[in-house]
């Protein structure tokens, strides 16, 4: 595997403690369904990135495209099919299921309210990924939270550690989505400052009180494997973590 690794990046020294934090975990969010969103491109460019994360040690990956109105205007059936046709184009041995990550807005509280919501299904949990807006709240937000637990869905908030406005006021924001029943999810890079010092400073703050349940490497890029994601690894290693078991629990 360290071979894999060197072949892989060359010239970068095999993070073996990157390991021992994925230890055949599934990576939940991002975006490798080609051609979708501002996520990759290609085939070929979602085959290298496979390669790479089971270089890293992952054995799946949930897939969240995003559905953001406007923005990228996906669908729930439209993702299915590109989902059908690239599981037609990778080999078994790694396995991928389809989520989405949804902008909570009023479209998806209307989604919500009409049933047609792409989550993933894993034993008795029907798990939404939602993201925020970066920089101010919105009343749908929270609402989306709600809405969500209230029809039977586990939310999972994106990124909790990229949005300003919590990074500002965490007293005020951590016991709210607590209360939400929410799952909150950080990005792995922001460990290593991927998205700047606050983040970065905010990932490592929720990494100590143990909040995140789950970690994504939100790949957008290959490249973002070696730069990021190894190294924010290494960091979940030396503090112990073992990321995303509570996925395989699920699904067993
Ligand atoms: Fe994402």
Redesign the pocket.
Known sequence: MIQALRRLWPGASPEAPAREAVAGAWDF???LLPAVDD?LRSLEETQRAIAGLRALGYRGAVL?P?IYPGVYNNTPDRLREAFRQLQQAVDDNFTLRLAA?YFADETLLADINREDVLYLELGSQKIV?V?FPTLMPTPAGMDVLLQLRRAGYQPVL??VERYRYMQLEQALWLPRLERSGAWLQC?IGSLVGQYGPHPQAFARALLDQELPTLW?T?L?RVAQLERYVAPGLTVLAKSGHRINGILEELAA
């Open positions: 969010h991002c975006h996520g969240t995003h990550e990924l993201e994106a990124h990005d994504g939100d957008h």
